[in-house]
């Protein structure tokens, strides 16, 4: 699985964004996939995830109520909308797949495929 994000600016604190993961390959309908952010000199954090079919998501505690993550196996994207933003969500965001017929996972280390990675950045 080839993973493509994109959706990442410039917002300001309160508005809302949704970042998009194209994907290519035929195991992207049958694999978790999640998101992930980093800031310089920090580990990749955990944001979201969410089932191959869908069923299941799962949020940090960061940003639970203010995101959600969603996919469209027909058109081999995922999403992850973001609102009411904060300064703190400034961040690079990666999204990943699992291989097929994972479960949903929290750990960086669980994830096979990455993509390359866009840009939010939140002023105040």
């Known amino acids: 699985v080839q993973l493509q994000a994109s959706g990442g600016g410039l917002v300001q604190a309160g508005d809302s964004l949704t970042l998009s993961c194209a994907a290519s390959?035929?195991?992207?309908?049958?694999?978790?996939v999640g998101w992930f952010r980093q800031t310089p000199g920090n580990e990749r954090e955990f944001v979201a995830a969410i089932s191959w079919s869908g069923g299941s998501t799962y949020y940090a505690d960061s940003v639970k109520g203010r995101v959600t993550i969603s996919r469209d196996n027909g058109k081999n994207t995922m999403f992850l909308q973001m609102n009411s933003l904060k300064p703190e969500d400034t961040a690079v965001y990666y999204c990943?797949?699992?291989?097929?017929?994972?479960?949903?996972?929290?750990?960086?280390?669980?994830?096979?495929?990455w993509g390359q990675g866009t840009l939010v950045t939140v002023s105040s």
């Open positions: 390959g035929r195991t992207f309908s049958t694999s978790a």
């Open positions: 990943a797949a699992r291989t097929s017929y994972s479960s949903t996972s929290s750990s960086y280390s669980a994830y096979r495929h």
